[in-house]
């Protein structure tokens, strides 16, 4: 009777083990692995690991320029209108940018964020990446639930696992916020730096396994707030999914309604596809698209990859070269992220650099008419709850739609301001108006210009020949009235 391919999956691992311990010489050892551990070159040469040191210096240059226009052009507008006690993401610029490990907001790597069920290889496919096999940081695998801490795997000068604690209270990383979700979740927050050539592009975030019949509040913190910040810092969600285990539950429902509004970012992995014959998989794949469907409520399914990401050899008689073309395409999409991801940290800082610069318009504009409805004889705090209260009748959004080209998409909500103007008074801003100097201008003009001119110039210097159309333009930016400077001639 032929063996099956998930049998033939069993009997290599445990053949592995029993080859090893019968040998006696360190040669025999590295024989007996290389015929079954995989070959992993195509990794690096995928990746162009090999090829990084000018792309760097570029990279590094562009990013301190970047990081020059946020400090110069768009900090200031922020703390003038205080824009951060608005909006929940704050953008924390790393503090130092020569010794190549300066996280935040702005300097961090792209972030790979790895989700799925319990078991389904996902910190194994990260051991495979990284070549973490029989290393001492390899992350721990097995067929129980093994992931109980959130790791975050990022590049260092030395290899060292760091507490949640301590990540959490360095502010020169992008973890700071972190603190927020308690102690009880900082006691399950691990990071490992080592210094490898992929960890200089990217960090790899290994979350825990979604176990269905564990209730939420048994995990001591909010999981999936905690999930949602991952997220939405993420540049590829890799979701992973084990052949043998589709069935979909409430916490995994509650994952995908999580990742709405991220899909361009999503991958799936049906990961251990060697585990299972051709016409079985086929079945498996038709039956996790049916599952996953009234999850997934876009036009076009996110990219599903089918292959096996561990450091061993294909199980004999499966779909070997499809697997094969399947992770090279996935590491294809893995080095699409990280050679883009200075223009998508210029787009992300351009489109904060907007939202600020509106935020600025409004609270002007609201600052504006409660001075044209003042009396002598009113009260000012009646005054300004009704204009709060009912902004549309005093045309405080309208008016900035119909004179700065803002598209109606971009505004916050009229109940946001409720609550930022209950705790921060009007008299505590200025007009747009007063916001200018003789010698550093106007807070206006610069955030403009970082809009319409720098930040533009920035991606096409970094793009030689790719001038992206129409971002300096007004209609596109949404340039409006700009306040006269009382300090310079006309």
């Known amino acids: 009777m032929p063996v099956k391919p998930v049998q033939c999956a069993k009997i290599h691992s445990q053949r592995l083990t029993s080859d090893l311990l019968f040998l006696s010489t360190e040669e025999e050892v590295e024989d007996v692995l290389s015929n079954i551990l995989r070959d992993r070159s195509h990794i690096d040469e995928t990746l162009r690991l090999a090829s990084e040191e000018n792309a760097a210096e570029n ?5 301190q320029k970047l990081r020059k226009i946020y400090h110069s052009a768009i900090k200031p507008m922020e703390q003038a209108y205080k824009y951060n ?3 929940a993401h704050e953008i924390s610029a790393g503090r130092t940018l020569g010794d190549g490990n300066t996280d935040g907001e702005i300097t961090s790597k792209p972030m790979v964020l790895f989700l799925g069920p319990w078991s389904v290889g996902k910190s194994s496919m990260i051991n495979y990446l990284l070549g973490l096999k029989d290393s001492p940081y390899q992350l721990y695998t097995g067929a129980e639930p093994t992931t109980s801490e959130f790791t975050v795997i990022m590049h260092g ?12 209270a360095d502010s020169s990383r992008s973890f700071s916020p ?18 490898h050539k992929l960890l200089e592009r990217v960090t790899f975030v290994d979350t ?30 890799f979701v992973t999914f084990d052949p043998t285990k589709l069935d979909v539950g409430l916490e995994l429902e509650m994952l995908f309604r999580q990742l709405k509004g991220r899909e361009s970012q999503i991958r799936i992995i049906l990961n251990k596809a060697d585990n299972l014959a051709t016409q079985d998989l086929m079945r498996v794949y038709g039956a996790l698209f049916w599952s996953l469907a009234p999850l997934i409520n876009v036009t076009e399914p996110p990219r599903v990859y089918v292959s096996s990401f561990w450091p061993y050899d294909y199980a004999p008689d499966t779909s070997r070269e499809l697997f ?7 590491l294809e999409d893995l080095n699409q992220v990280i050679e883009n991801r200075m223009e998508n940290k210029i787009a992300f800082i351009r489109q904060h650099a907007i939202r ?17 409805k003042m009396s002598y004889f009113s009260d000012p705090d009646l005054v300004f709850k009704e204009i709060v209260d009912d902004p549309d ?62 930040l533009p110039g920035l991606l096409s210097s970094i793009n030689p020949g790719k001038a992206p159309p129409g971002l300096s333009s007004c209609e596109a930016t949404g340039c409006g009235d700009k306040p006269k400077n009382r300090y310079r001639k006309n």
């Not at 972190?178 to 210094?195: H, R, V, W, Y």
């Not at 509106?358 to 600052?367: K, M, N, P």
Request: proline share 3%; net charge positive; with cysteine.
């Open 59 to 63: 990279y590094h240059a562009a990013l």
């Open 85 to 87: 006690e608005l909006r």
């Open 157 to 168: 000068k030395k290899t060292r696992s760091i507490e949640g604690i301590v990540m959490a």
């Open 178 to 195: 972190l603190e927020k979700f308690g102690q009880s979740f900082l006691e399950k927050l691990i990071g490992i730096e080592m210094p």
């Open 208 to 237: 825990p396994g979604i176990i269905e019949n564990r209730k939420q509040q048994e995990r001591g913190y909010p999981f999936n707030d905690v999930c949602q910040w991952f997220i939405d810092r993420a540049d590829l969600i």
């Open 324 to 330: 094969k073309r399947e992770e090279i395409s996935l």
């Open 356 to 372: 600020v610069r509106i935020h600025a318009l409004l609270v002007d504009r609201y600052v504006q008419t409660f001075k044209d």
């Open 393 to 454: 009748k005093f045309f405080i959004f309208k008016s900035i739609l119909a004179k700065t080209n803002v598209s109606k998409f971009d505004l916050p909500n009229r109940e946001a301001y409720q609550d930022f103007f209950g705790v921060n008074p009007i008299g505590s801003f200025k007009s747009l108006s007063a916001q200018c100097s003789y010698s550093g201008g106007c807070l206006l003009d610069k955030i403009e210009k970082a809009i319409t001119s720098e």
